[in-house]
């Protein structure tokens, strides 16, 4: 069955880096646009990060760009987010995600196929 499990999160302080992971299986992973959700307590599940099967491609919201790196390797079928220079703000849990749409589209919660469980990550000030 379709699995993508995360990894990497945790407790960091403002500013500083944090590496997450997520391991898929189950589907045709290069076949598919992959990318990575945030949600914080309280709030909706957002968008952070998008990349084509292809790696050529990628799509980053405004609130993360310049600072998180999105990249995947298809033939272990895994999929990277590298953060940097952290803020309270990213406090969130996040979420790997993959799509048979284009990285813009997969912005939209409602075109991705397949979603992990999670990782927590707490940035303190």
């Known amino acids: 069955q379709v699995q993508l499990v995360e990894s990497g999160g945790g407790l960091v302080q403002s500013g500083g880096s944090l590496r997450l992971s997520c391991a898929a299986s189950?589907?045709?992973?290069?076949?598919?646009?992959m990318g990575w959700f945030r949600q914080a307590p309280g709030k909706e599940r957002e968008f952070v990060a998008a990349?084509?099967?292809?790696?050529?491609?990628?799509n980053y919201a405004p609130s993360v760009k310049g600072r998180f790196t999105i990249s995947r390797d298809n033939a272990n079928k895994m999929v990277y987010l590298e953060m940097n220079s952290l803020k309270p703000e990213d406090t969130a849990d996040y979420y790997c995600?993959?799509?048979?749409?284009?990285?813009?589209?997969?912005?939209?919660?409602?075109?991705?196929?397949?979603w992990g469980q999670g990782t927590q990550v707490t940035v303190s000030s």
């Open positions: 995600a993959a799509s048979r749409s284009n990285t813009q589209a997969m912005a939209n919660l409602r075109n991705n196929d397949y």
């Open positions: 189950g589907f045709t992973f290069s076949s598919y646009s």
């Open positions: 990349i084509s099967w292809s790696i050529h491609i990628t």
